[in-house]
């Protein structure tokens, strides 16, 4: 062999297309990890250009404020395990995985020996890393008695209350950790979730996971508003990730946690909003956009002509009402009339088949918000809840919180590692 | 149906053929300057291997002579017309077979013929063995017209047994046998489609659980020295399997499986697929 051609990367480090690169032609016969790093080493192959990887390491998690992915694949975990070191073994070794998944990188620890399954699934071989973020939080119920993790619940951190306009499943509610992985290609975000599952198995079980297949929302300063199954343009108004005044006041947990694995983190409110949407369809245009306080195509409030108009909420209309009605969702949950309270959104759209009892669509919102305080999402949801002219359209039937920690700086640290070892 | 224990085998030899290519050239896939190396038969550690398989073999041919004593007691029941010896026998002919499953499935059609579910045949007048003989028992509620079928059930586990006393088998089998032995747990026992009209999939999920624990046992000493944590792991595992399958021990067996519980099923299967992750590393470490 000639060793000028070989990379300097180590034999599990594998990127996903040069591992395409290097397997063609193979078919069943399999590789070792010396011949495959060396032999399949090309000069152009790259992990990933510079636009398709998110830095995973950082003071604060990836895909929180990063420019919101495509697709997102989630999912929420009980804690099997008993024994906190089984609990830090995995979550180091998630840790790893995601780093290396992030950059497009197949899952370390791969012998490429034929004896032994792989030890990436597989599937996002020769996939791009298509801007992969792999979020963590824990879970309120994290901090019971199991793992002496008790007294690091912050003062904040309890679940959240039952709220107005919610019917919930058990089965879509709660777990102990949260996994959101976000990418702009849905299977790498698959990818992600499925790994991480099986590298946890024995120590954790999935409780529920969900797919989202299309962002709802935008935190980009450049990126163009999405729209929700209603076919209004959300999160106009969302925090943007150039905010930095904003994602302090509202988004990232500073000082005042008391906590110190939590300070540069944020906590993770999930609903699944169920849609009717076969209702809303039948509902007139006029009462649609005085239901969302905005024109349905141009996304402006009505009171303005274009999207980023600021709306102007004490207009009225010749008749003398209120040009964006009371009871819409635009009034009821904007900033100026909530003290101030803001929320970084980050939900996906969502279908999961037709239920069964209505032969209706099962489809809407998996909501996503970010914020320093659950209690800033209480808020809102309790307004929103009882007034929302949206709630003849839409139900809670989902939820969590979770506690998202401070990132991992370097490869020295693991996820929530000032949790564990502070 | 699994594929066979065989094709395992054959693949492996390929395998470590291959590897042996990659890393002695480096001209590309598909067109090696140097002849393959053969695989070595004589390695470090293959005296425990030997034993291990040696003590495999043995293994096999007990639970296949178990297997046929008892299998006889329940075929006479049923030409007998003795509801109740049949029912009786019915699980506890079935559990010796389920320990060797991998095994009898790699003869060919011998495992249609003794172990088939009724969704596994064309044409349901053909369908043999076991399950018909449960279906006849617990839902037609008689054994009338059933001796024909209690007769080639000996025959087959007679064939069964001439076949599995010449058997050899590799380390490789064992530890891939094993991992089969708990798929076929979380696929099929969990579900409760293996015993659908007795409920006793517990003791066929016992007795894979058992089947799959002697083979890690034969192996642990050869894993003991290669890889210890992965041992520790799997005692642990298989500990907590045992575990929670005690808790519906009943009598010299199980409860009846229709009451238990969609949460405790879950349960179960949560701890067979802890158990089964680890032990799919087994191979990598023996072979």
Known sequence: MDPAAARPIASGAVSRRRMLGGVAGLGILGASGAGLASCAAHPTD??????????FYGGNQAGIT?????????AAFDVTATRREDLV????????AAEAMSRGIMVPGDSHAGEVPPADTGEAVGLSPARLTVTIGFGPTLFDGRFGLAPRRPAVFTGLPTLPGETLDPARCGGDIAIQACADDPQVAFH??????????????????????????????????????????????????????????SVWVGAEAGQEWMRGGSYLVARRIRMFVETWDRDVLSDQEAVFGRAKYSGAPLTGKAEFDPPNFVARTADGELAIPQNSHIRLAAFEANDGVRILRRGYSFTDGIDARTGTLDAGLFFISFQKDPGQFVALQRKLGQHDALNEYVRHVGSALFACPQGVADASGYWGRALFEG | M???????????????????????????????????????????????????????HDYVVSEVDQLARATTQFTDAVRAGDMDKAKQMFPLARLHYESIEPVAESFGDLDSSIDARIDDVDNPADWTGFHRIEKAMWQDKTLAGMSPTAD?????????????????????????GAGELLNEVSTKKVTGEEDRYSH??????????????????????????????????LDARFADVADKLSKYRQGDGYVDYSTVAQDQRRGLADAVNALAEPLSKVAGSVV
């Open chain 1, 46 to 55: 790259t992990a990933g250009t510079a636009e398709q990887v998110v830095a």
């Open chain 1, 66 to 74: 990063t420019d919101v992915q495509d697709r997102l694949a989630f």
């Open chain 1, 89 to 96: 073994d995995v979550i180091k070794t998630w840790t790893a």
């Open chain 1, 192 to 249: 992600a979730v499925r790994n991480l599952a099986r590298l946890g198995r024995g120590t954790v079980v999935a409780r529920w996971t969900q797919l989202g297949f299309g962002r709802t929302s935008a935190t980009g300063s450049g990126q163009q508003t999405p729209r929700n199954l209603m076919g209004f343009k959300d999160g106009t108004r969302n925090i943007r990730s150039d905010d930095s005044a904003t994602l302090a006041k």
């Open chain 2, 2 to 56: 699994l594929s066979t224990v065989r094709i395992k085998l054959c693949e492996g030899v390929i395998l470590l053929v291959s590897a042996a290519v990659l890393v002695t050239g480096c001209s590309g896939p598909g067109q090696p300057t140097q002849p393959a190396q053969p695989a070595q038969p004589d390695r470090p550690g293959n005296a425990s291997l030997t034993v291990a398989t040696q003590g495999y």
């Open chain 2, 152 to 176: 080639k059930l000996d025959v087959d586990v007679v064939s069964l047994k001439s076949k599995v006393a010449g058997e050899t088998y590799q380390p490789a089998q064992l530890a891939n």
């Open chain 2, 200 to 233: 006793t999939d517990l003791w066929d999920f016992a007795a894979n659980v058992d089947g799959a624990r002697k083979c890690f046992e034969l192996l642990k000493p050869a894993l003991a020295t290669k890889n210890p944590d992965l041992v520790q792991r």
